[in-house]
């Protein structure tokens, strides 16, 4: 049997982990061979490969990015896409591929089901917002990267009386803005379920000097959008899953603070360095589980899965419950957040 892997989407710290499971698992204990696909579904359009053995592998646990490379490259979007995707598997031999991915290169895997291709699912994403899992490998580092900036910022906000905002990706869901701004003791979380009210925001920091505390710090989720309008905008270009880039709204949110409250606002955008760098251990063991129990699903035959982790358990989970939704935060968890408001 030949297995190909590929990663597609968004790197997300624990990628290579994962691969280095299905790796030690598929050769050692199956006797498989494993076929490594460059650059997501764009190495199986376009045939570039790149065979994994146990030494390819060695070493790679720790390390952030991915040795495949990945891509936001959607078959659907070219001319006899999944076709050519069949020709190529079927020319180099591979029978079963495990996909490492958000929603978008996992929704690719579910309809290339339909064209007869043996996938199996793992959810990936730094977001955290795949439905049908606790968790994807790659959020919790993510995580930690915001905490230990908000930790920082802290000291220097407090230093010189002023506003910082910590301006973190989730372009659908503030997973990351919710539990990093909980761990950093954020004044106040912007998250994209819960569109802000800039003079509410305003008030948190006024109530905060009213108590003698002269800095405030917020955290702002990329895709948290004021009450009376919409997400802010990066870049108009549109990849091809139809995403547009987000980012800005801690810029606009600094501007509006400055004028209501006449604070001096500091702005600090995050992003890549959030996806960028080594895994945390939580991250190395969830990946590393989550290759394990994909190579055992190509075993037992079982594809148009996800595997999961659901409480501490590794299960799986249809493609076809999970891909298209989106799981929000948990609003429990946001109330908990809110007592610390202000
Ligand atoms: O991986 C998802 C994500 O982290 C989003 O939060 C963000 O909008 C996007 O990736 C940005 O990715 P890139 O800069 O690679 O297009």
């Known amino acids: 049997m030949k297995v190909g892997v590929l990663s597609g989407g968004g790197d997300a710290p624990g990628i290579n982990a994962v691969f280095r499971a299905i790796v030690r698992k598929g050769i050692q204990n199956y ?31 720790p390390r952030g990015g991915s040795i495949l490379g990945t891509s936001r490259t959607n078959p659907f979007k070219r001319e006899k896409g999944p076709e050519t995707i069949l020709e190529n598997a079927e020319k180099t031999g591979i029978d079963a591929v495990v996909v ?9 895997a579910y309809k290339m089901g339909d064209f007869g291709l043996k996938c199996v699912g793992i959810p990936k994403t730094i977001d955290n917002d795949l439905a049908g899992t606790d968790y994807t490998f790659g959020f919790n580092t993510a995580v930690a990267i915001a905490t230990e900036a908000l930790d920082r910022l802290h000291t ?6 002023r506003v910082i905002i910590l301006e ?13 701004g909980l761990a950093g003791g954020a004044d106040v979380i912007l998250i994209p379920e819960k569109p802000f009210d800039i003079d509410e925001v305003c008030e948190y920091i006024r109530r905060r000097q009213e108590r003698g505390r002269n800095f405030s710090l917020i955290v702002v989720a990329e895709g948290a959008k004021p009450k009376s ?35 001096e606002t500091r702005v600090v955008v995050l992003g890549h360095l959030q996806r960028g760098g080594s895994p945390t251990a939580f991250d190395r063991i ?19 899965r996800m595997v999961a982790i659901q409480g501490n358990k590794i299960v799986s989970v249809p493609l076809k419950d999970v891909v298209g939704k989106r799981k929000t935060v948990d609003l429990e968890l946001y109330e908990i957040a809110n007592v610390f408001f202000g």
């Not at 220097?156 to 009386?161: G, I, K, L, P």
């Not at 973190?168 to 990093?180: C, N, Q, S």
Request: hydrophobic residues 40%; charged residues 20%.
């Open 31 to 61: 006797g498989y061979e494993i076929v490594g696909i460059r650059d997501g579904w764009r190495g199986l359009l376009e045939g570039e490969f790149l065979p994994l053995n146990l030494n390819t592998v060695s070493g790679i646990l």
């Open 100 to 108: 490492i991915g958000g929603d978008d290169t996992l929704s690719v």
């Open 156 to 161: 220097t906000a407090e230093a010189h009386n």
């Open 168 to 180: 973190v990706m989730g372009r659908y869901t503030g997973h990351i803005a919710l539990e990093a």
């Open 229 to 263: 309008g919409k997400e802010i905008v990066y870049s108009e270009s549109i990849d091809e899953f139809g995403h547009i880039s987000l980012g800005g709204v801690g810029y606009f949110l600094g501007k509006e603070i400055e004028k209501c409250t006449g604070i």
């Open 286 to 304: 969830l990946a590393t589980r989550f290759g394990i129990a994909a190579i055992d699903l190509v075993h037992e035959g079982k594809f148009g």
